[in-house]
């Protein structure tokens, strides 16, 4: 049983729009949520947190929102870049901090 | 400050062969997680080690095991290689602490059983 969803395995996006990726999660004691970013033969890098008592949070061009109710969030990238072309994983955790991960969203921008 | 390293980066084995993949964390992290990468599947967890224990435990057979040592450093074996087995290897440091579970990921081994 798949606590964290990614539903998307691909999105393409142009140049300078911006890009939404999603992620659903089932376990409402999840309290903390993270996005990642990996390129082909690297490991994942933090990107973006968020605790469960924000609904937003920004670092730049990436703003993570977040919807209890719904149990979703969602991570927005404006503007894409050529270099945000990777697959970003999200993940959410609570309180046994083990890392439950979505199976990731491969992100393609196009020049 | 080093990031997270992992040793060997690539490792070629016969099925029925063991093997040992090492992982040193970053100073001052006693959490050290492992994942399996496969294509198609994300990230999967194999399980957490906190100061030398086992705190959590994906649902990998018995094959897969692994260890921490009091310096943190991590190892991960995997006995009696099947096929299936190939794929990347990611450990990842972190605090291990509640609120403060942003992982750091080493880059990963890349295991091919042949």
């Known amino acids: 049983d798949q606590q964290v969803k990614q539903n998307s395995p691909s999105l393409s996006v142009q140049e300078g729009r911006i890009s939404i990726l999603n992620c659903d999660y089932t376990n409402s004691m999840f309290d903390y949520f993270l996005w990642y970013k990996k390129y082909p033969a690297e490991g994942p890098t933090f990107l973006i947190s968020?605790?469960?008592i924000k609904d937003k949070n920004e670092d730049g061009r990436f703003t993570v929102f977040l919807n209890k109710s719904a149990k979703h969030l969602s991570l927005h990238i404006v503007p894409s870049q050529p270099g945000d072309s990777a697959v970003y994983f999200c993940a959410a955790s609570g309180s046994n901090y083990q890392l439950i991960w979505g199976a990731g969203t491969k992100l393609i921008i196009k020049p | 400050k080093a990031g997270v390293t992992q040793t060997p980066r690539y490792l070629i084995k016969t099925r029925g062969q063991q093997v040992t993949l090492s992982c040193s964390p970053i100073?001052?992290?006693?959490?050290v997680s492992w994942y399996q990468q496969t294509p198609g599947q994300g990230l999967q967890f194999l399980f957490e080690?906190?100061?030398?224990?086992?705190?959590n435990k994906g649902n990998f057979p018995g094959r897969f095991s692994g260890r921490q040592f009091s310096n943190s450093r991590s190892e991960m074996n995997v006995s009696t290689l099947e096929l299936g087995d190939s794929a990347l290897y990611l450990c990842?440091?972190?605090?291990?602490?509640?609120?403060?579970?942003?992982?750091?990921f080493g880059q990963g081994t890349r295991l091919t059983v042949v």
């Open positions: 968020i605790s469960s």
């Open positions: 080690y906190f100061s030398e224990t086992q705190r």
């Open positions: 100073s001052g992290h006693r959490s």
């Open positions: 990842a440091s972190s605090l291990g602490f509640r609120g403060r579970t942003e992982a750091f």
